[in-house]
Each structure stands twice: as structure tokens, then as C-alpha cells.
């Protein structure tokens, strides 16, 4: 009896060269988008190397494919991940240096209006304003305010005060201080038992009054009083109590000055 030859089967296996193309193409894309969100560029490299070496063989000419797709990266066509915590660190100093700058400028533009509006007023001589890297300073004659020895502002505070108003709203979320002087006169037999007193009562009086006006905001305004502690004058003459006796207000700035003008 003959032997019958046992008949073999051979099996196409030309898929597997295109499924095999097509893992590596999915496995470039993964490798691609991991570069993208990975930080370390060291274990990137590392990375990089390593999948390379793996898939060289999957070359035709013996290169590295993932190498060739990774290559972009170096190429500038992808932006370094590394770099991404410097970037928004640097959007973040640029949007304060502009938010800086568009304050320094509404400071002096109100500065300016303020001292146009007092100059063609009849108190020039009673009202000084001044712009540093703190803020504007507007310095207000006591006498103009106050009567003697009192905090209750007088009726011609309305004319003084009111020339504020409009400036100083457009810088209402500024912090605003308010600070009280007066002369080393004592205070004897009056409301106030002293100086101290008397000079945090009279900034008081002026931070109502822009309050209610709705000039400033309460909770972004503080008081100091410093009595006859720092003058501007001598209190030896009538002339200079006069300007010892004072309200000063400092509208401070909410970002640094960049400005050279100081």
C-alpha cells in the first residue's frame, strides 16, 4: 500500500507586514503625543533612544522610524514641553508689567486733572497733589476744613472737597489713606482730649464724606493719625500751625511702578 503524502497547507501571512506598519505607526502617534505632554527632556531622549533601537528593525532601510517621527520635536516644529512653565510664567510678568503701566498712566493722567482743577480754582494755595511710586498724595489745608480745635468740616468744605469727587472715582478700587495732622497747640477744655485724637477724628470726617459721596470705598480705606508728630512747619509762628494743620490722602497704587518717573 502506498503512503499517502500528507498535504500541507500554507498560510498567507502577507498581513502581517501591513499590521505590523500599522503598530508602528500607533506607537509613533503615542510616542509623538507623549513628547508632547512629557516635561523631563532627559528621559525624553532616553525614551526616544530606547524606541528606536526597538523598532529599527521595522525599517527597510535599517533606520530608526520612531527616531525620523520624533525628530520634529528637535526641529522646532514642536514646542519644548520643558518650556511650558516658563511660558506662562512669562505671560504672567508681562500681564503685570501691562497692568503697571496702564495704572501708572491713569495715575498721571489723574494727577494731572486734579491739579488743573485746583489750580483754576480759588484753592490753589490752600491744596498741593503729588504723584510718586507710592501713589498720588493730595495734601488739604486744615483751615479750609475745620475750625479750631473741631473735626465737624465747615460749609466751604463742599467747594474743597467736591473738586475730588469725579478725579478720584476713577480710581475707587484703589486703597486709600487718610491721614490727620494738626500744630502742638493742646487741646484743653474741648471734645478731644488731645491732639491724637483730634487728628483721627478730622481724617475720619474726610473719609465720610468721600464715602458717602461714593468717591472711595470704606473697606479699602484706612485712618492714621500722627497730632503734631510730623509737621511741615514751624509751630513757632501762627503761619506755620497753619500749615501743620492738615488732611493728607494717598491713593496707592495696586500694581509696582515701572515707571522711571518716580
Do not use: C
Not at 108 to 117: D, G, L, V
Not at 121 to 135: F, H, I, W
Amino acid at each position: 500500500m502506498k503512503r499517502k503524502k500528507k498535504h500541507e497547507d500554507h498560510v498567507d501571512e502577507g498581513w502581517l507586514l501591513p499590521y505590523s506598519d500599522m503598530l508602528t505607526l500607533l506607537l509613533a502617534l503615542f510616542i509623538v503625543m507623549f513628547a508632547m505632554a512629557k516635561i523631563d527632556d532627559t528621559k525624553f531622549q532616553q525614551i526616544r533612544n530606547e524606541f528606536g533601537s526597538i523598532l529599527s528593525s521595522h525599517s527597510e532601510s535599517g533606520g530608526s522610524i520612531i527616531g525620523t517621527v520624533i525628530d520634529i520635536k528637535d526641529n522646532g516644529n514642536l514646542e519644548k514641553t520643558g518650556d511650558s512653565a516658563t511660558t506662562a510664567d512669562g505671560a504672567k510678568n508681562q500681564e503685570a508689567v501691562v497692568k503697571a503701566q496702564l495704572e501708572s498712566q491713569q495715575m498721571k493722567e489723574t494727577s494731572a486733572r486734579i491739579s488743573k482743577e485746583l489750580a483754576d480754582s480759588k484753592l490753589k494755595d490752600t491744596a498741593q497733589v503729588k504723584l510718586d511710586s507710592e501713589g498720588i498724595h493730595i495734601t488739604l489745608d486744615g483751615n479750609i476744613l475745620f475750625a479750631s480745635g473741631s473735626a465737624s468740616l465747615t460749609e466751604n468744605m463742599n467747594e474743597t472737597l467736591s473738586i475730588l469727587d469725579k478725579s478720584l472715582k476713577s480710581l475707587r478700587g484703589n486703597p486709600v489713606v487718610i491721614a490727620g495732622h494738626t500744630d502742638d497747640v493742646p487741646q484743653i477744655g474741648g471734645l478731644y482730649s488731645d491732639n491724637w485724637e483730634l487728628s483721627a477724628a478730622r481724617a475720619i470726617s474726610v473719609m465720610n464724606y468721600f464715602v458717602s459721596k461714593q468717591t472711595i470705598q470704606a473697606n479699602n480705606t484706612s485712618i492714621q493719625a500722627y497730632a503734631d508728630t510730623k509737621p511741615k512747619a514751624s509751630n513757632a509762628t501762627p503761619d506755620g500751625r497753619a500749615k501743620n494743620r492738615r488732611v493728607e490722602l494717598l491713593i496707592q497704587r495696586t500694581e509696582e511702578d515701572t515707571s522711571k518717573e518716580k
